[in-house]
């Protein structure tokens, strides 16, 4: 076989394999993307705001004090939330974030302490994890957060606006509610997705033991998002 034949061959099997990919995010892309909606700013936002942790029972999450969850099947969290810490486990890892103080970080493998660049590494990579797997267990809670900005659209929707610090970064969601005000949907504009308006369910809600509401599950568009095994404590 001739090296120009098996240029040719490479060639047609990474147009084989990458065609229909670009095809379909490409089909994705002009279905789905939205430019981020405009709203209005002040009390009818935040009255709406209310309602939503009203209806959600914000003091009972306020109270708990301890809540352990699976995501995905992949990574598990026992986040105590009065000390501001949190273990986070996966394969063979086990890392302790300090949510108020990252020098108290520590990394461990198969129960051993685990410093320099693993160590490093291992807690970016948990610190990552905890932040984008904790926003689909409790993010409608953190709406008057500092440096978050909310807005009315349509009348019944509120668009939530999260500003980095030390960053021109925004990443913003549209909370979709029912009548009560519990959501049942989010529209999302972030750094981390590559098409904008992107909607996943927020609908399979469950009462945990002490009171607080979490979602168990989100139906995207490529898939599902199972959280599971959660317990909360006082």
Not at 3 to 25: A, H, Q, Y
Not at 65 to 72: A, C, H, L, P, V
Request: aromatic share 14%.
């Amino acid at each position: 076989m001739t090296f120009k034949k098996i240029i040719k061959i490479s060639i047609g099997v990474v147009i084989f394999f990458t065609l229909p990919s670009l095809l379909f995010f490409g089909f994705v892309y002009f279905k789905y993307n939205e430019d981020l909606p405009s709203g209005m700013q002040g009390d009818q936002a935040d009255s709406l705001a209310y309602k939503m942790l009203n209806a959600l029972d914000h003091q009972a999450f306020k109270n708990t004090d301890y809540i352990e969850w699976t995501f995905k099947r992949r990574r598990h969290y026992k986040w105590n939330k009065t000390d501001y810490n949190c273990d986070v486990l996966w394969k063979d890892y086990k890392v302790n974030i300090n949510l108020t103080d990252p020098s108290l970080n520590k990394a461990y493998v198969h129960g051993f302490v685990v410093e320099g660049e693993v160590g490093a590494g291992l807690i970016k990579k948990a610190v990552k994890y905890f932040e984008n797997d904790s926003f689909w267990l409790v993010a409608p809670y953190n709406v008057f957060d500092e440096g978050v900005e909310r807005r009315l659209v349509n009348g019944n929707d509120l668009l939530v606006t999260y500003n980095e610090s030390n960053s021109s970064k925004q990443n913003s969601y549209l909370w979709k509610l029912d009548k009560e005000g519990k959501p049942n949907a989010v529209k999302m504009w972030t750094s981390l997705l590559p098409i904008d308006g992107l909607e996943a369910s927020w609908t399979d809600w469950i009462v945990t033991e002490t009171g607080a509401q979490l979602p168990t599950n989100h139906k995207f568009i490529f898939g599902n998002l199972g959280i599971d095994n959660i317990k909360t404590k006082l």
